[in-house]
């Protein structure tokens, strides 16, 4: 197949599974078209539903809720609205993998202090998120799984969203908070397999679907040893049944605009400059766009940007600008070499 790119959405031929019509329209997005529900989301009835999610056990607890928060743009704005809308009594939680950028922390400090919100920044040890990393890099094709998991959410954020699944949940039971609140924008959350389509939709869904993976790639790898740093015991997993999982941007219509322009408000937010145009916090995003090009000649984002673009969520030529930015190869490259990844080990699944 010559190499095309929907005219639609931003797919190309490189993903698996898709083939084209004859007006240069994707088989995800026709198959789309023909799903469609008949009217649109009813944003109103879904903040309602939000509320009444978020309200269960209100102060019944020190902290009404955890909210995952990487200090970029969109969880930003997420925070600003628990607390100023909703009123919830919050726990910023961030997970800091050593690569944050600095911008990235000064944004945070602005927002937690401006917010007077509590907050924890957890940092894992090198050796833990060096292990989970390069299990998400190298050993990711043990399982079909784990296969699709590298592929779909990308071989550097599918690890590092193990270690903030694991680490906030443990938080949650260990300080009996009933809520985790994610802020992961609409095409993030329903990325999971290959057909595109699925959502998430608890938390016991997202330990079985994304984590137990990577604790059984770990469990049979030189790594092994880590494992119990991530799993939890008997005991814990009873207690995170009662802990739920919910996300913002499910219940929120999503309006890039409107995000930035709050945070850019409220907070002097500002857009970091040490990143790639996809991530307004972290450096990793890069190296996994590299491994994610140099494997299957597309960007991780092509996948969520695709139905965000068919949902009219995104501008479509903002997103193929997005999708096909240089990266900072000096940058990438120091992160590797920070990690103890060869580059070179990086090959294109199709010459593999
Ligand atoms: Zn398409």
Not at 49 to 72: A, H, M, N, P
Not at 197 to 220: E, F, G, H
Not at 261 to 284: A, G, H, I, Y
Request: a positive charge.
């Amino acid at each position: 197949m010559a190499y095309q790119i929907c005219k639609k959405c931003v797919l190309d031929s490189n993903i698996p599974g898709i083939s084209f019509d004859l007006d240069g329209i994707c088989n995800f997005c026709s198959d789309y078209i023909k799903r469609e529900l008949p009217t649109k989301l009813n944003y109103e009835l879904l903040e309602k539903e939000f509320v009444k999610l978020t309200k269960r056990d209100f102060k019944k607890y020190q902290y009404d809720c955890i909210c995952l928060y990487s200090g970029g743009k969109d969880s930003s704005y997420m925070l600003y609205n628990l607390i100023k809308k909703y009123k919830l009594r919050v726990l910023a939680f961030t997970l800091d993998h050593g690569f944050l950028s600095d911008e990235a922390f000064f944004n945070i400090r602005k927002v937690v202090t401006k917010l007077k919100v509590d907050s924890i920044i957890y940092r894992p040890s090198r050796e833990l998120i060096t292990a989970v990393l390069k299990t998400g890099i190298f050993f990711y094709n043990n399982l079909p799984t784990s296969k699709e998991l590298a592929f779909v959410i990308g071989h550097v954020c599918w690890p590092c969203f193990v270690l903030i699944a694991m680490s906030s949940i443990k938080f949650a039971v260990e300080k009996q908070i009933p809520n985790v609140i994610v802020g992961t924008t609409p095409g993030q959350i329903r990325q999971k397999k290959f057909d595109l389509v699925s959502k998430y939709n608890d938390l016991i869904d997202v330990y079985k679907t994304m984590v137990v993976p990577m604790l059984k790639l770990l469990k049979v790898s030189s790594y092994a040893h880590f494992t119990q740093d991530l799993d939890l015991s008997f005991l814990k997993k009873l207690k995170v049944l009662k802990v739920r999982l919910i996300s913002f941007y499910e219940h929120h219509e999503y309006n890039e605009e409107r995000v930035i322009k709050t945070v850019e408000n409220e907070f002097d937010w500002q857009r970091p400059r040490d990143t790639d145009s996809c991530s307004s916090n972290c450096l990793l995003n890069s190296l996994g766009i590299e491994i994610h090009r140099r494997k299957y000649g597309i960007s991780p984002y092509a996948i969520p940007f695709a139905r965000d673009v068919r949902e009219g969520l995104l501008d479509r030529g903002e997103s193929l600008k997005t999708i096909n930015v240089d990266l900072n190869m000096e940058l990438v490259k120091h992160i590797a070499q920070e990690l103890g990844v060869d580059l070179k080990n990086i090959s294109s699944v199709k010459e593999a």
